[in-house]
């Protein structure tokens, strides 16, 4: 990151209430307000699925930030799992391409951050799964295997049904009990 962009994170990051989460995505600072019940329930219930299934050497993190300076972005999901060695850099944020995957909930006021801008984002970081709760559409969508700077493969589920969580995981998410908007 050029030293004029980190002043304006820096920036957006002093003046943002507490409640609001402060990203980075090339030119543009996103700024988002804290979640809602809802979406922390939907969390909750993913990060114990999840739970027996992180391999022994890494631990589940939420919110924590996630910076990959060669793409010029600074990303912040909902939960993500990562090596218990993994550095923080500045802004407490770890390097993206240790993470082994990105969970977001979907909220109701800017899905189009996490359908489009993440969708674009996360495999440019280096962020090998990307998982997407929609509490608005009832749905689960896994992209994986990242190649180019890009997800190739795309599985969805509705409520309801199951959804193959790849190695390093190696498990069937239910998302019967998953909540709607």
């Known amino acids: 990151m050029q030293p004029h962009h980190l002043d304006l994170i820096e920036e957006a990051r002093r003046i ?7 990203e980075r995505s ?23 699925q999840f739970a027996s299934s992180i391999p022994a050497d890494c631990f589940a993190s939420q919110n924590t930030g996630l910076s990959s300076p060669a793409s ?8 993500t799992v990562l090596p218990e060695e993994a550095p923080e850099g500045p802004n407490n944020e770890v390097p993206a391409e240790l993470a082994l995957i990105a969970v977001e909930v979907v909220s109701p006021s800017n899905p189009e951050n996490d359908w489009v801008g993440k969708v674009r984002d996360y495999p440019l970081m280096g962020v090998p799964l990307y998982l997407i709760i929609d509490p ?46």
């Open 72 to 79: 010029r972005k600074s990303r912040t999901p909902d939960l």
């Open 16 to 22: 943002a209430p507490e409640n609001v989460k402060v």
């Open 136 to 181: 608005s559409k009832k749905t689960a969508t896994l992209f994986s295997e990242l190649e180019n700077g890009r997800y190739r493969q795309r599985e969805d589920a509705e409520y309801g049904e199951t959804i193959h969580i790849p190695a390093p995981f190696d498990f069937t998410l239910e998302t019967s009990s998953l909540l709607p908007y």
């Open 26 to 48: 090339g030119e543009v600072i996103i700024m988002q307000a804290a979640p809602s019940a809802v979406h922390q329930r939907n969390l909750d219930k993913i990060a114990r």
